[in-house]
C-alpha cells in the first residue's frame, strides 16, 4: 500500500479502494485530518491560555519557532484539506466533467493564494524586525 | 408478458425519517464548507493583520467585535468543534468501528451535544465568565 491507493494489496482482491480514481486524495484527506487535529487543538488551546490577544502579544508569540512552524504545517494542513475536502462535495453535487474541473480549479486557485497570504504574512512576522 | 412500466423506486431522502446520523453526516460536510470557506478566510485575514501592525489588527479587532463579527467567530468555533468531533467519528467508522444501530446514533448524538458544549465553554471562557 503507497501513497495514492486506497487500499491494501488485499483489500484490492476484496474489491476494496476506488473504483477508478481518487484513491489519494482519500487517503491524504485522512491524513491531513490527523494533523489538523492535533494543530487545530494546539492552535485553540494556545489562543485561550496567551494572556492577551493583542497584536504585540500575538507578534511576540507567533516569533517563537515552536510556534511558527506548526502554524505554518497548520496553514499548508488547513488549506490542502479544504482543498479535498471541497472538491469531494463538488464531486456529489456537481453534474458534469467540465463544471466540476472549473469549480476545482477555482477552489485549487483560491486556496493557493490563502496559503500563499498566511505564510507571506508569517514570514514577515518571524523574519520582519522586532515590533 | 407485460412490462411494468411503473418500477418501484428505491426509498428517496425525502421520505426518511430524519435521525441523529443523517444530521451528523451532513453537518460534516456543511461546516467543512464553512470553515473551507469563511474560516480560512478569517484565518488569512487575521495573518495579514498580525504582520500588517497595529493599525490593521485594530481593524481585524473592530470587525470581530462587532456583533455580526462575533457571530460569525461564534459559528466558526462551533462549526470547528463539530467537525472535528464528527471528523474522529468519521475516523473511527473509516476502520469498520461504530456501525451497530445503538452506537451509531449514540456517537452522532455525542458529537452535537459535545460541539455545542464545547463552543459554550470557549466562549464563556473568552467573554469573561472565568475570570
Redesign the interface.
Known sequence: MSIGDSASDVGKVLGLGSAREGGGEWLRE?LT??AL?LL??WL?ASL?FLPKL???T??EW?RGAWVAIPMALF?IA??WH?VD??KQ?VTDYVAGDISRWVLNTIILFF?VA?AA??L???G??VF?AA? | MAVVRDRPLSPHLTIWRWGPHMVVSILHRITGAGLSIAGLAVLTWWLLAIAGGGDAYATFVKASTHWFGTIVLVGLTWAFFQHLFSGIRHLLTDTGMGFELGANRASAIATIAGSILATLIVWAYWLGAFA
Open positions: 485522512r485530518s490527523v487535529l487545530g487543538i485553540l485561550l493583542d497584536q504585540r500575538l507578534v507567533l496553514v488547513a488549506f479544504s475536502g471541497l462535495v486556496a490563502g497570504l498566511c507571506f504574512s508569517l514577515r512576522i520582519g515590533a
